[in-house]
Structures are given as C-alpha cells and as structure tokens.
C-alpha cells in the first residue's frame, strides 16, 4: 500500500538521521583521541592512517546525510557505510585490547542500529559477525588463549547482542502492524464520512430540489386548468415533462446514494423509462448477479448509458437499441448497440461534446469508451471499466 511504504521510508528517515547524530558524536570522540597523543598510542593510532580514516569516515556520513531520503539508493548507501563503521570500530577495538578493549560496548550500539534500520535476517548479520571476528584476533593478536575472563565477555556480549536483536525487531514488526491497523481505520473513517455526506446530500437533494420539482409539476397542472389557448397548453405540457424528467433524474442520484440501491433495478426502469419516452424498443439484458462495484463507477454507467441512448435516438433515429451489460476478464463491459443512420466515425471527438463526456468518464474511471459506426449499419458503444480500478 501507498500509504505503508510512505510511512516505512520517513521511519527509515527519520532512524538514518538518528545515525548520523550518533556518528557526529562518534567522530567527537575520535577527534579527542587524535589530538591526544597519550591516547593515541593507547589505540594503537599512530601515523597519519588515522587521520586519514577519519576524514574518510567524516566525508561518507556527511554524503550519507544527504542521500538518506532517495530510496533505495539511500538504503543501500546506509548499509554500505554502516559495515564501513564496523570495519573502522573493528580496527579500533583489536588495536585497543580486543576482548577486553575500551570500546567493545560501542559494538552494542551498531547492533542496535542495524537492527533499527534493516529489522531482517540479512540486515542484521554484520554486526553480529563482528563478535566472533574480534574473539579470533584476540587470539591471533595477543595469543593469550581464552580465559575465563574472555568466554565471559564473548558469552555476556552474544546474549546482549540476541536481546537488543530481538527487541528490536520484535518492536519493529508491532509498529508495523499498528501503522497498518492505524491506516485501515483510517481509511474506515474516511468511507464512513463519505457515506454520511452522501447521505446528507441525499436527504437534502430529496427535501429541496425533489419537494420544488414536485411543485412545479403541480403547478404547472393548475396552470394548464386555467388556460384555454392550446398553444400555452403545449409549452405547459412540455415544461410538466420537463419536471417530470428532472425529478426522475433527481430519484435515480437518490437512489445511487443509498446502501440500498439495487443496480440491476435502476438501468432497468431507466430503459423502460427512456423506451416509453422515446418510442424505441430498448432490450435489456444483464446477468442476474451482482458485481460489488463502487458508486463511482455506477454514476460512470449511468451517465454513459444515458448519454448513448440519447445520442442514439437524436442522431440515429432507431427502431431497436440493446443494451447489455456484463464481465468480462475482470472487467465491466457495457454495450449499447442501435440499428440507426450510422455516421462515419473517425476517431476524432472534437465538435461531438457527447463522444468526449463519455470517453472522459470512463478514462475518470481508470477504463475505456469505445465508439463504432459506419452509415447506415447503426452504432455500438462499448464501455470497459476495470472492476479493480480507481478514480484519479
């Protein structure tokens, strides 16, 4: 998900940036050892190797700083320079004693940051790697043979090592689960304001511009009442069915808004509505089953069905238009074919502003608006919407 691998990357981040903080006093210490002759000699740095490491350590965690937040680059840069780290502290711990060096606890700290940035098996090996390394040089080095001061230490470290491992990943994999619960109820959330708007918007659609529509339709049967010239008739008459349209229209958006609507239902009496309006024979079919799709794709059918059958009937003068609307490789796939005029169809949608709303909606859609005419053999629409796709 989107949103998880967003959040994964700022926790990376944001745990990159805690390193290098620590790096910073790190080299502070480092700095301290450099100048201080007496200290120098006790780690064993002497020569300019050390300051030479050190500039290079300064320069990688500085470049580090900066490449943290690209990615996987980033990520890969951060583990590079991590083994560099190790590599460097493994230098001064042997230098200074081995097992019994100073600065063996610094190696808690690394486990701790490989653990915290890469919380997998591959991840966290290096540093735990580097314990039985500094027990061999510790051999090699001072050929002072385990005592039991130094299977002690070695014992005591491995068992520190395994706890902060297991903590950390432990605590990793949790707020990993939180941050995904944390998105799912937000998601929740979000779907159950916009359902309550809906709803909302509904009530008040029905109240106000379905209660003015209805009034208008009753005054407009008051009016004709009262008039006896047929010409104002006729202009009341269409302004009646006019309403009378609108608040049909104004039902179905209704509907659509509702838990309860039943998609089946609506294009069904939308084509028996539209046939008994326009006088052409509509058949309709669809599978008696349903297709789980969301409202945004039920208004895209809606108005591409609505905008079909009205093209079809101004333009192409047909005797039969079909319908159908079925599922086809995980897709919708609604076809509305008449038996009209036909036109010579190019491709091209400019000056045909119906074409363009349809091709429109359905690219809205994540889907297609396909159109295929020829004069004189009618005209089919073929719209396909992806049943996983989504609105932009």
Same mark, same amino acid.
């Given at each position: ?15 990159? #940036? ?25 780690? &064993? ?12 350590? $300064? ?42 060096? +100073?600065?063996?606890? *610094? ?11 890469? +919380? ?6 290096? +540093? ?81 511009? &379905? ?16 008039? $006896? ?9 269409? *302004? ?62 809606? #108005? ?14 047909? $005797? ?30 400019? &000056? ?13 859609? &994540? ?26």
């Amino acid at each position: 998900m989107k949103e998880e691998s967003n959040w994964q990357a700022e926790r990376f981040v944001m745990r990159a #940036r805690t390193l290098f903080y620590a790096r910073v006093g790190l080299l502070l210490v480092g700095l301290l050892i450099l100048i201080v002759p007496s200290w120098s000699r006790m780690m &064993g740095l002497r020569g300019v190797l050390g300051y030479v490491w050190y500039v290079f350590m $300064a320069l990688y965690s500085t470049a580090n700083f900066y490449v943290m937040d690209r990615g996987r680059v980033g990520r890969w840069f951060t583990f590079g320079t991590l083994n560099l780290d190790l590599l460097a502290l493994l230098y001064l711990i042997v230098a200074s004693g081995a097992l019994r060096s +100073p600065f063996l606890p *610094i190696q808690l700290i690394f486990t701790l940051f490989f653990a915290m940035l890469f +919380p997998k098996p591959g991840g966290i090996i290096p +540093p735990l790697m580097l314990l039985p390394i500094i027990a061999h040089f510790d051999q090699l080095v001072y050929e002072r043979g385990f005592v039991t001061q130094d299977i002690f230490i070695l014992i005591f470290y491995s068992v520190l090592n395994l706890i902060i491992v297991y903590v950390i990943v432990y605590l990793s994999d949790r707020e990993e689960q939180q941050q995904r619960e944390i998105v799912a109820l937000t998601r929740e959330l979000k779907d159950l304001a916009v359902h309550e708007e809906r709803q909302r918007i509904s009530r008040e659609m029905h109240d106000g511009l &379905g209660a003015l529509l209805s009034s208008l339709i009753i005054q407009s049967d008051y009016v004709n009442a009262c008039t $006896a010239d047929e010409a104002l008739k006729k202009e009341i008459a269409e *302004i009646k069915g006019t309403a009378e349209e609108s608040i049909e229209e104004l039902r179905r958006c209704v509907q659509m808004m509702r838990d309860d609507f039943d998609l089946r239902k609506a294009l069904e009496d939308y084509c028996a509505a539209f046939q008994q309006r326009s006088r052409v024979e509509i058949e309709f079919f669809m599978p008696r089953r349903e297709f789980g799709i969301r409202p945004d794709q039920q208004l895209v059918l809606f #108005r591409v069905l609505q905008e079909a059958l009205s093209n079809a009937v101004k333009h192409g003068a047909p $005797a039969k238009v079909r319908v159908s609307l079925s599922e086809v490789d995980s897709a919708l796939m609604l076809k509305v074919q008449d038996d009209g005029k036909g036109f010579a169809w190019t491709g091209g949608v400019s &000056g045909h502003y119906g074409l363009a709303n349809m091709q429109e909606r359905a690219r809205k859609a &994540g889907g297609t608006c396909e159109i295929t005419s020829e004069p004189g053999h009618g005209t089919l629409v073929t719209l396909r919407i992806p049943l996983s796709g989504g609105m932009e």
